[in-house]
């Protein structure tokens, strides 16, 4: 996770596309500091939002792990998609080109 923190502090990508079981934590405590960094406000229309690149942004979670309660779990707890291996190149881009569309 210290690789991927030192990229998003340079440049917020706009897809993380995540193994849920990292050397050094999980996708899902990952997935949680991302989200909880601290941003300056921004205005978008008439409201005033919170770092609304971080909130925005796309979170993939790839696990061999095709539970559907875990699956459930993690899209209530803000994964935009649960993708199981063997893992579909062309199906995990039109997954990701659904959400940017």
Same mark, same amino acid.
């Given at each position: 996770?210290?690789?991927?923190?030192?990229?998003?502090?340079?440049?917020?990508?706009?897809?993380?596309?995540?193994?849920?079981?990292?050397?050094?934590?999980?996708?899902?405590?990952?997935?949680?500091?991302?989200?909880?960094?601290? &941003?300056?406000?921004?205005?978008?229309?008439?409201?005033?939002?919170?770092?609304?690149?971080? !909130?925005?942004? #796309? +979170? *993939?979670?790839?696990?061999?792990?095709?539970?559907?309660?875990?699956?459930?779990?993690?899209?209530?707890? &803000?994964?935009?998609?649960?993708?199981?291996?063997?893992?579909?190149?062309?199906?995990?881009? !039109?997954?990701? #080109? +659904? *959400?940017?569309?």
């Amino acid at each position: 996770m210290q690789e991927a923190r030192t990229v998003i502090q340079e440049e917020m990508p706009l897809v993380i596309c995540c193994n849920l079981d990292l050397p050094d934590g999980s996708g899902m405590d990952f997935l949680d500091e991302v989200r909880a960094v601290q &941003g300056d406000s921004f205005v978008v229309g008439m409201f005033q939002m919170k770092n609304p690149p971080v !909130r925005f942004l #796309l +979170f *993939f979670i790839l696990t061999e792990n095709n539970d559907l309660t875990t699956e459930y779990e993690y899209r209530h707890e &803000g994964v935009n998609d649960y993708i199981t291996s063997p893992v579909n190149i062309p199906e995990l881009i !039109r997954r990701v #080109l +659904f *959400f940017v569309e």
